[in-house]
């Protein structure tokens, strides 16, 4: 693939500022990161209807969903999970100078990969919550039968089972879905974010 010459970019004549301050909150990245089956999905769910029934600008960015269209031409081989999460990062940036606060749902198993989003924007944007759930307690939770087939060798390149997951060395926020269940850790991961000052005080 030959890279694009002879582009500018052009920049808006709104500012991510005015942005924010028309939502009247900040905007940001919030990254849930880990295994399959750990609760990625659920509580970003979660997350982005309570924050949608209080006003603000949010918008969910789901693994699955990204790869039905955006990323429907990237499989699972450690480049093209490099790649994509780089596009969701790119897309996440977007989010964010639009005033919105982005959530992405992906295991994304590589710290370079995550590191290199939070270098996308600028300091505080960024934050890293590491969903911490046992391999043991996914494969339980596993509707869908992923582990047990990629265990039987019919998923090839699967996380945790057949490639690695790499925890978050020093994640923004930690929430264990072993020890919590929905609301519990929702109300954890709100009052966390109150505290970073991405939401508004109770």
Not at 152 to 171: K, L
């Amino acid at each position: 693939m030959i890279a694009a010459t002879n582009i500018v970019w052009h920049d808006s004549a709104v500012s991510k500022q005015q942005r924010r301050d028309q939502a009247k909150h900040t905007s940001c990245i919030v990254w849930f990161t880990g295994l399959s089956g750990s609760g990625k999905s659920t509580l970003s769910v979660a997350l982005e209807q309570y924050l949608f029934e209080r006003n603000y600008r949010v918008y969910r960015l789901d693994g699955d969903n990204i790869r039905h269209g955006l990323n429907s031409d990237l499989g699972f081989s450690a480049a093209d999970r490099t790649e994509n999460i780089r596009r969701i990062g790119e897309v996440a940036k977007l989010l964010v100078d639009s005033g919105t606060i982005a959530m992405t749902a992906f295991i994304s198993p590589y710290q370079a990969d995550r590191d290199l989003v939070r270098a996308m924007v600028e300091p505080g944007e960024f934050i890293e919550v590491y969903v911490e759930c046992s391999l043991a307690t996914c494969e339980q939770r596993d509707t869908k039968g992923l582990y047990a087939k990629a265990r039987a060798g019919t998923i090839p390149e699967f996380t945790g089972i057949s490639a690695p997951y790499e925890a978050p060395i020093a994640p923004d926020i930690t929430i264990n879905t072993e020890r919590q269940t929905v609301e519990p850790a929702l109300a954890e991961l709100v009052h966390q974010l109150q505290q970073r000052g991405v939401l508004r005080a109770a």
